[in-house]
């Protein structure tokens, strides 16, 4: 059935370049017999002149049926007829991109040759990185990176699995997954709220002091592993720093139980199959900067 | 009935249909040349238009050329005023009253436009002129096309067509000048050195010159503008046309200067055919208003010069209207002429204000999508926007920016941002508003960007705050 199409195509591209040709061949001699110009028939009185179109006019139109057969046979066109020089235009479209890559490739190569510390401060470097990250990271982490709801903030000192600029390409390359268990079945509700009060007391906030204390049993028993023997995080496993005020997923007192009663799972995705290498080295320039501002 | 009744038959063959080619090759038009008022008036319509196109490109303004189309970057710069692509309406209602005046002049005094600045005329007489001084008057060359080829033909051909070539190569590369920085251009034609876009486009305006000016000359006029062909329709009873005055001149015939024609029953015109020798179109002007008169008024000139050797009063040729050949008098000031007039002049003036009174600053507003809103831990609402700020202005300016639409909003990142002559900046900004301030789900806001120091230079874009439902 595909066939069918392509005939179709062929045929009534074929049929119109001899009508036209033989319209234009047919009209040239003229007989309608007249001599004062005139096409020798009138309406409402007006006359029409039948005046001979100037030689170059007609050797126009042939210039461009011929340009026309040439460019069918050159190009796509007759139904499924490839073209001589088999131009598509996702061909066209793969040729643009790598020539853009050519072109874009040799500035960034140069900034790869280049320690993250030395570029991250450098105009070209931002604004290219700016680009990058509005178009790989702004989606989850903001546009500002500042984040939100379960989309850690580039912008402040305070990281999840570290701020060297080796930690944040390993982020890129290798994406993160956290791993916060859910304490519901262990702890009960009992103790998720003990340990939600002493959480809150580490911050310094308002809390139950006998719960609190209860809590804080818990946590030697359960959290330290993670977070530290002071609760203030562990990079090496991506374990947050409990007493900053910072909170990932919310820090109100129901917000806390909930993770503590469902744990976390967020997930950063790997780009290493995204984005080539000087594309991540410009983006982690980029991060350690906006850390920085 | 007897036979000597009947009318022998007789065989007659059927009358010979004379085929005529519809595609006519043209038949080349010899001008003569002609001294007279209009001839010297088109060289002050001409020249002023001529030198204004060649010099132009040579003026330089802070540094850069005065007037450049630069295409790759997007800007137009006409002196002081430098346009983006985002002030294309300008030109498209500056297009709209070139036209307008067009149709209004057409109106008042018929294709004058045509005969006295327009560039295919213009160049045209150029190369007229070069024909004129390199191959002889016009008798000359249509003996010398006639003869068979000769040392002296081959060398006044060439000469005729390498003094063409020239000024069209002048005109070409001119014309791309107005792109690409005419003071780079020309030494990098000389040495090889422009890139191919340059050369391809010298290259095409040369061409074109050349065929048009050269060679096609009255075609375009009678087969490739439209303006010949909707002329028409702008003329009335009161237009001012080139027209022979048939009640003077006919009947026509020639006749002893010494003699009394009218006694003889003749009209002014002495039928010297002087009229059609001169047309560069190829037209008899006696037959009365045609589509392919440019209204030069060559033939004006030519009678005029007839009609003093003959001692009569000049004039059989003249700019006349309808209105006046019937014997009435041309009504100057009507309702079809005030009409353009006054359109004009308010079309012209609310142009003249946008131009004086533009605000060479632009903001683009996109809100963050996919976090509709972020929720603090203070419990205060964000919303992310992405800020697009342009300085069209040629100079340096300092912006601060402010939003309106909610009491107590506050702004987090920077917010205030120098930016270069022509600069573009992306920027994010967060705004930060209390839950209790914000009654709608959506509530419209208003982001202002000022120039620091020039309060005309602001702009305002709008967008939309998000909050939980």
């Keep these: ?293 | 009935m007897s036979d000597e009744d009947l009318i022998d038959l007789q065989e007659v063959a059927p009358a010979e249909v004379a085929e005529v080619d519809l595609y006519q090759r043209r038949e080349k038009i010899y001008t003569r040349k002609i001294e007279g008022f209009y001839q010297r008036l088109r060289l002050f319509t001409g020249w002023p238009l001529l030198v204004g196109y060649f010099l132009l490109p040579w003026l330089t303004w802070d540094g850069r050329q005065a007037v450049l189309f630069d295409l790759p970057a997007r800007k137009f710069h006409i002196f002081g005023l430098t346009f983006w692509p985002q002030d294309f309406p300008m030109l498209a209602f500056l297009l709209i009253i070139a036209a307008y005046s067009l149709f209004a002049v057409t109106t008042f005094a018929g294709r004058i436009w045509c005969g006295y600045t327009c560039p295919q005329t213009v160049w045209t007489s150029i190369f007229m002129w070069l024909e004129q001084h390199t191959e002889g008057s016009r008798n000359q060359r249509i003996k010398l096309d006639k003869a068979p080829w000769s040392t002296e033909k081959i060398v006044k051909k060439i000469t005729k067509h390498s003094s063409w070539l020239f000024v069209a190569f002048a005109t070409g590369v001119t014309f791309v000048g107005y792109f690409y920085p005419i003071r780079q251009l020309l030494p990098e034609l000389f040495t090889l050195s422009a890139g191919h876009w340059q050369i391809l486009w010298t290259v095409f305006f040369t061409l074109a010159t050349y065929v048009n000016a050269g060679w096609m000359r009255e075609q375009v006029c009678k087969y490739m503008c439209p303006y010949a062909r909707f002329q028409s329709v702008m003329f009335d009873r009161d237009t001012l046309i080139v027209s022979y005055d048939p009640n003077r001149g006919e009947p026509r015939g020639s006749r002893k200067r010494s003699v009394d024609h009218r006694t003889l029953g003749l009209g002014d015109c002495i039928d010297c055919e002087l009229c059609v020798q001169v047309c560069p179109t190829g037209i008899d002007i006696r037959n009365g208003l045609q589509y392919e008169c440019i209204g030069c008024a060559l033939c004006v000139d030519a009678c005029n010069s007839v009609m003093d050797k003959m001692e009569y009063p000049r004039g059989l040729i003249r700019y006349t209207s309808e209105h006046e050949l019937e014997g009435g008098t041309t009504h100057w000031l009507r309702p079809r002429i005030i009409g353009y007039v006054v359109v004009l002049a308010l079309m012209v003036g609310v142009f003249s204000y946008n131009i004086v009174n533009r605000i060479p600053l632009e903001l683009t507003v996109i809100r963050d999508r996919n976090q509709l809103y972020v929720t603090t831990d203070t419990g205060a609402i964000d919303n992310i926007y992405t800020l697009r700020l342009a300085n069209m202005d040629q100079k340096a300016h300092e912006f601060d920016i402010t939003v309106t639409g909610i009491p107590g909003a506050t702004m987090i990142g920077e917010t205030s941002h120098t930016l270069d002559g022509g600069e573009v900046r992306t920027l994010t900004l967060r705004v930060r508003a209390e839950a209790e301030d914000l009654d709608k789900p959506n509530t419209p806001l208003e982001f202002t960007v000022t120039a620091r120091g020039m309060p005309s230079i602001r702009v305002t874009s709008e967008s939309r705050f998000m909050k939980p439902l």
């Design chain 1, 1 to 293: 059935m595909a066939s069918f199409w392509s005939y179709w195509v062929i045929i009534i591209t074929a049929i119109t370049f001899v009508t036209v040709v033989w319209v234009l061949l047919a009209n040239r001699k003229d007989l309608s017999q007249t001599t004062d110009e005139t096409t020798g028939h009138a309406h409402d009185g007006i006359e029409e002149l039948d005046n001979p179109l100037p030689a170059w006019w007609f050797y126009m139109f042939v210039l461009t049926v011929i340009w026309g057969v040439g460019y069918l046979i050159i190009y796509p066109g007759m139904g499924n007829f490839p073209g001589l020089l088999g131009w598509t235009s996702t061909g066209q479209y793969e040729r643009e991109v790598a020539a853009a890559e050519e072109r874009y490739r040799d500035i960034r190569d140069r900034y790869l040759a280049m320690p993250v510390e030395e570029i991250a401060a450098d105009p070209a470097v931002r604004k290219m990185g700016m680009r990058l990250f509005s178009n790989n990271c702004a989606q989850c982490h903001g546009a500002d990176g500042k984040g939100g709801y379960g989309f850690p903030n580039l912008t402040d000192d305070d990281w999840l699995y570290g701020g060297t600029p080796e930690a944040i390409k390993a982020t890129l390359v290798n994406g993160r997954k956290a791993a916060m268990p859910a304490w519901r079945d262990i702890l009960g509700d009992t103790g998720i709220a003990e340990v939600t009060q002493h959480l809150l007391d580490l911050n310094g906030r308002d809390a139950n002091e006998t719960q609190a204390a209860a809590g804080a049993t818990h946590f030697k028993t359960y959290c330290v592993a993670c977070h530290g023997p002071d609760g203030k995080g562990n990079q090496a496993l991506g374990a947050p720093n409990l007493t900053n005020g910072i909170w990932l997923y919310g820090g109100s007192e129901e917000q806390i139980a909930h993770t503590l009663r469902a744990g976390r799972n967020g997930v950063m995705p790997a780009f290493a199959g995204t984005l080539s290498e000087d594309k991540i080295h410009i983006l982690t320039a980029y991060v350690y900067g906006l850390g920085k501002q």
